[in-house]
Every structure is written in C-alpha cells, then in structure tokens.
C-alpha cells in the first residue's frame, strides 16, 4: 500500500472527507467530480460528503473575497477559522471553486451556491486579473503590494483564468424539465437549446453590478409553458462574515410591465407561465456599498 496524505486527497477515501484539507485546487477538483458523482447515482454518502466539504470550507475556511488557501500547507488549506492576511488564494483554486459551487447548484439547484461562484468570480478571479486582461496574480493576498505578472514558472492559471471566464455563459444559466434558471446578471444573448420542450433565446441588458437594474427579453421558439426562476442575491454568503448594510432581496419586478410578486423557491424568484418571443421581464436588485 502506498503512503496517503492530506496533500492530495489520499488520505481517506472520497466519501469519508468532510473538511477541506490539502493543495486547494486539486482539492476543489476533486470536489467538483465528486458533486458530480452525487448527481447521477443520488449516494447518499457522496451527497454527505460533498454538502460537508461545502460547508466546511465556506463557513470555516473562506476569505472575504471567496477566494480560498490560507497557504499554511503547501498551496492549501491551513486549520478552521484561520485566514491570515497574506492568504494564498492561488488563481486557480478560484477557478476551482467556480467550478465546485457551479455543480452543487446543478445537484440541489439553490441559489446559494451561484451566490457563492459570483462572489468568487467578481472579486477572488477577476481581482487577480489587471484592467487590461493581460497580467494576473497566481497567488492573491489580501494585500497583494506587488505587479501582477505575464507569465509564471508554473503556468497552470495562464490557461485556467481565459478558459473559466469563456465559460461565463455555462455560469449563466441552468435548466432544468421544467424550465430555466437566471443565475447571472450579464449584459448578453444567450440561447438555451431545448429547454421546457423548445430552443430559448434570452436577451439580458444591464450594467449590472454598476446598476441593479435588469431587463430579459425571453423568446422561446415556440411558445411554452414553463418557469422561470430568477435568483435574488443573497449576499451573506458565509458565516464567517457579515454585510453591513445588508445588500439583499429584490427591489422590483415586472413581466411586460406589469408588477408581480412572485414566490421564493431556494433563492430563486419563480415566474409559472407561457412565455412567448418578446415577453418581458425587468427587475431591480439593490446594490449599496
């Protein structure tokens, strides 16, 4: 039998790991496959698993940002509750843990886990990158006083950082036999091949996150009953931190301008309807510092 060690996930086997431990990006890859094993077999003990490690790392083992790393083993994760400043949070395990938050919101379809890959998108991957698209950081201190680099000896985020942010559209949205999940706010024209029985086209414009205001035009190809769920940012996205003010909830919303007051499923405004090409939704998520 060959040595295992936390350092790369060996040291027990997948279903009986419950804290995050180890190099943070193979750990968040591995995660990853193992939410997705929990989706097709329905395991209860993959799906103990995965819930576990999810919450172990995001209320005991996460920064402010959404990154992940503290650095205190070799590019991994230290002990619970501690996060020093000059965290590791290499690109990568940001790219991981998109990855990671991405199949648990296919598997329990909560919108508590896009909040997580938003947050860790906009500030632990994009803050790695410089204005112009061209320079990264591979590691991201809290307090990163140096240059962001072209390049780097170990080039893993080189190819990682572009091949994340090209999948924004996968992040973007989700289906599901009964219809279709918003989970981004990005200006864009997407379409959703047979989705609720037919091809979907959405339309999304907005600035967000500059402004909270958003407007969908849904054109499905043929018209169809479906529904569609809307996430409402819930930004208290770990416990380990708390926003003040609270930036939460929805401001407004409207189906070709009428107000509705839609149900809250799981983080997730549901509007029950036959929707078709050129209907409208607008609605407004408040955004204060």
Partial sequence: TRDRHEYDQSHAPVVQQYEAVGHAVRAAYTYSGMADVAVETHDPDYQSAVKSLWDNIVNRKYYLTGGVGSGETPEGFGPNYSLRNNSYCESCSSCGMIFFHWKMNLAYHDARYADNYEETMYNALLGSMDLEGKNF?????????????????????????????????TWTYATSPDGIYVNMYIGSTVTLERAAGTDVEIVQKTDYPWSGKIALTINPKAARQFALRLRIPNRATSKLYEATPEVSGLVSLAVNGRPVKPVIEKGYAVIRREWKAGDQVELELPLRV
């Fill in 137 to 169: 950081y591979y590691t991201n201190p809290l307090d990163a006083n140096m240059a962001r680099s072209s390049w780097h000896n170990c080039p893993c985020c080189v190819g990682n950082i572009p091949r994340t942010l090209l999948m924004i559209p």
